[in-house]
């Protein structure tokens, strides 16, 4: 807490609080599933069985994500669960500069490019996802994903299951990725629904669907365990 006293009229003054993060790590996890579910276990979880050290922020206690927060790391996991609609819109200035600093994002959701929250520059520019934001590519319940060979981060990985009961929904999406971007997993009907791309000097791995619900824990750490080594690639 900051004090400021008036040296003419002492007994003149005003207060503000700030608050510092010490950043001593290289990754930091966002929450945003506002406990609606609480998914953060999976996470957690999976970034410690991959040997990652993390910090985390939780949207819910903080609404205002610093821009510096996301400026002093160099990973950033972000997962939006079922929140909606358009869950990242506000934030997006905030992850174009994280991204144009040369930031490497793992981003995924239930639904989170529903209607027009696809259309957003950022998601065209930087995602690189074509969305026309009608119900063509939207809300397509899926049982399966499946990696693609050859791809940088799923290549080997066979038939996943999604578990539709850990957010009791099922709004997963189908992506259409402009290039650079490369189509990582497929749904049930052969269409892209998760993305990589390294392009400008940053990173992303995007999943249209809950990496939450994403097999099993095994699944789940492996998985992770990619994410990174992709993003410590040259």
């Not at 400026?71 to 997962?79: D, G, I, L, S």
């Not at 609609?85 to 490019?113: C, S, V």
């Not at 693609?148 to 999406?173: C, K, P, Q, R």
């Amino acid at each position: 807490t900051l004090t400021a006293t008036s040296t003419g009229s002492p007994t003149v003054s005003a207060s503000t609080t700030l608050t510092t993060s010490a950043v001593t790590v290289d990754t930091l996890l966002v929450d945003q599933d506002l406990d609606a579910p609480d998914t953060r276990t999976y996470y957690t979880d999976a970034l410690t069985a991959a040997g990652v050290q993390f910090g985390v922020y939780d949207i819910k206690s903080g609404p205002q994500l610093p821009i510096g927060l996301l400026q002093a790391y160099t990973n950033v996991v972000w997962y939006t669960g079922n929140t909606y609609p358009g869950p990242i819109l506000r934030y997006e200035p905030e992850l174009t500069a994280f991204l144009n600093g040369g930031g490497r994002l793992f981003l995924n959701g239930q639904d989170l490019l529903d209607q027009v929250a696809g259309t957003s520059d950022f998601v065209h520019d930087y995602l690189h996802i074509d969305w026309d934001g009608t119900e063509a590519q939207n809300d397509k319940a899926t049982a399966n994903v499946t990696g693609v060979a050859g791809d940088a981060v799923t290549d080997g990985i066979g038939t996943i299951t999604i578990n539709h009961s850990v957010l009791t929904a099922a709004f997963e999406d189908r992506i259409t990725p402009i290039g650079p971007a490369v189509g990582a997993f497929t749904d049930d009907g052969g269409n892209f629904d998760a993305l990589d791309v390294s392009t400008d000097g940053y990173k992303v791995v995007f999943l249209a669907f809950p990496f939450e619900a994403y097999g099993s824990a095994s699944d789940k750490s492996d998985l992770m365990t990619r994410v990174f080594a992709f993003f410590a690639a040259p």
